[in-house]
């Protein structure tokens, strides 16, 4: 499996993205300016957008693409099919219930095995979740101090509208698929579909 080992705050300052979205709490002291000054082509754009969304996630080309041709198949728009996909993954999801620091742990978590959907134990991080499915620690994992700790420190994270979140018993029900105005970054859909649609 291939693992992406760049670090995070240098990728994200590289794609204009605060290191907030990945659940860092840190800021690069860097020149916020200095990839300013080169001129980006039209495909430079396409390109660093395409790959915001797959750093932001977690995901490789390969997933990346079929999402997009699944998306292409959806009623609507693509690009904004395209974000309610990566959002309703299963360790999105875990990430923005506040069980995990960032999507990364929140990937490594539900392989391990530590979530059940609908009373169900569900250990691919890939999973995407339905209107109406509930999803919880399981059993075993809620007596566990680290989602405790875990859920002390993401207290000020605000729980998207899309989940009815209830952090007393550590689960969250899907209401309603997320939408492009759910998303707590700045994202252009339109150039991913202009760079596949090529």
């Known amino acids: ?26 800021e690069s002291n860097r020149n916020p300016n200095a990839n300013k000054r080169k001129k980006v082509s039209e495909y ?6 395409k790959q915001k969304l797959k750093f932001i996630y977690g995901v490789l080309e390969k997933p990346f693409r079929h999402y ?15 974000i309610t996909i990566l959002e309703s993954r299963l360790d999105n999801i875990a990430f923005r219930m506040g069980l995990a620091l960032t999507r990364r742990e929140a990937r490594q978590l539900v392989s391990h095995g530590h979530f ?12 995407r979740v339905k209107v109406g499915d509930v999803i919880e620690l399981c059993d075993n994992s809620k007596k566990l101090d680290k989602f ?15 989940l009815e ?8 029900k899907v209401v ?4 492009k105005d759910d998303i707590d970054y700045e994202v252009e859909e339109t150039f991913i579909v202009e760079l596949y649609s090529k």
């Open 1 to 26: 499996m291939a693992i992406n080992r760049e670090p995070i705050l240098k990728r994200c300052r590289y794609l204009g993205i605060s290191p907030a979205v990945m659940g860092i709490a840190k």
């Open 44 to 49: 430079g754009m396409q390109l660093k957008e």
């Open 176 to 179: 309603r698929m997320p939408v």
């Open 116 to 127: 059940c959907v609908n009373g169900v134990k569900v250990d691919v991080p890939s999973y």
């Open 68 to 82: 997009y041709e699944l998306a292409e198949k959806m009623e609507g728009k693509a690009g904004e099919n395209l």
């Open 148 to 162: 405790k700790d875990t859920a002390e420190a993401t207290k000020g994270r605000v729980v998207p509208l899309w």
């Open 165 to 172: 979140a209830n952090k007393d018993a550590f689960s969250a």
